[in-house]
């Protein structure tokens, strides 16, 4: 079973920065695919970023230029690098891991951190 504990949400001011953390407690961590999803109130939870393990990346539209994401196998963590916060980036965000198993894709969640920025 694989558990994914996410760290350093919090209130932040627009233009500020925060950097998010996930944790993972799983054998082989490295032959999962990972990344991270917000769901706004009201809203159905949407991709962020993800990274692969080949190392390639995709984002969001909204977060191109402004945040990084980023992996450490040997640690087993994952990173969000949030700078220039917008009020339309509040929201939970969650860590996602997944992996391709007896041909479907397998999904992992967090528990969620908040993000919220004020204007």
């Known amino acids: 079973q694989v558990q994914l504990v996410e760290s350093g949400g919090g209130s932040v001011q627009a233009g500020g920065s925060l950097r998010l953390s996930c944790a993972a407690s799983v054998f082989d961590f490295s032959i999962y695919t990972v990344g991270w999803y917000l769901q706004a109130p009201g809203k159905q939870r949407e991709l962020v970023a993800i990274i692969r393990t080949s190392g390639d990346t995709n984002y969001a539209d909204s977060v191109k230029g402004r945040f990084t994401i980023s992996r450490d196998n040997s640690k087993k963590m994952v990173y969000l690098q949030m700078n220039s916060l917008k009020p339309e980036d509040t929201a939970v965000y969650y860590c996602?891991?997944?992996?391709?198993?007896?041909?479907?894709?397998?999904?992992?969640w967090g528990q969620g951190t908040q993000v919220t920025v004020s204007s």
């Open positions: 996602n891991a997944a992996r391709i198993r007896y041909g479907s894709w397998v999904n992992y």
